[in-house]
């Protein structure tokens, strides 16, 4: 049993050493030690706030980002209506350019038509009047070959011409 029990000498220098080392751990050690701790402490603080600020930023900045993405997706949709406008009223002007230049097509066609329709009647009339002129002068010589009917014929025309100046 005096291996269990050990010796009041014994006792005693092993609290007097125990003493010592935990004086010299109190005045040296623990305030070296404590002093590192709160050093790592405070990194670990700033560390901390710095990752909290960074965080709260980032989260700015997708805020940000996602405000930026829908005025960019609302200026694409102004854009793309603002095209589809254009496109539609340039296709508008330019029916209605065709349009406008078919009918002034079709109305120079016809003024043409009219024109070389007019020049033909005065053709055929000139015709008509030569061809006229042409059997009356026949028909006038084959009645009037003898002298009395040629004489008969210049009364006729001026008793015609006096009782129409009558």
Do not use: H
Not at 8 to 21: D, E, H, K, N, Y
Not at 34 to 43: G, L, N, P
Not at 82 to 111: F, H, N, P, S, W
Not at 123 to 146: C, N, P, T, Y
């Amino acid at each position: 049993m005096a291996l269990l029990l050990p010796e009041s000498g014994l006792l005693f220098w092993m609290f007097l050493s125990f003493g010592i080392v935990a004086f010299i751990l109190a005045k040296f050690g623990f305030p070296v030690i404590i002093k590192m701790v709160e050093s790592r402490k405070t990194y670990i603080d700033e560390s901390l706030l710095i990752a909290k600020q960074v965080y709260e930023q980032m989260e700015k900045v997708k805020a940000d980002g996602e405000v930026i993405v829908d005025n960019a997706r609302r200026e694409q949709v102004k854009i793309l209506n603002e095209a589809t406008a254009t496109r539609y009223l340039l296709i508008k002007d330019a029916k209605d350019k065709a349009q406008q230049e078919g009918v002034k097509m079709i109305d120079e066609a016809r003024k043409q038509i009219l024109i070389e329709k007019e020049d033909a009647i005065r053709d055929i009339r000139r015709q008509v009047a030569e061809l006229s002129v042409d059997i009356a002068e026949k028909v006038l010589r084959g009645k009037l070959e003898k002298k009395d009917e040629q004489m008969d014929m210049i009364n006729r025309l001026l008793d015609e011409i006096n009782i129409s100046k009558s």
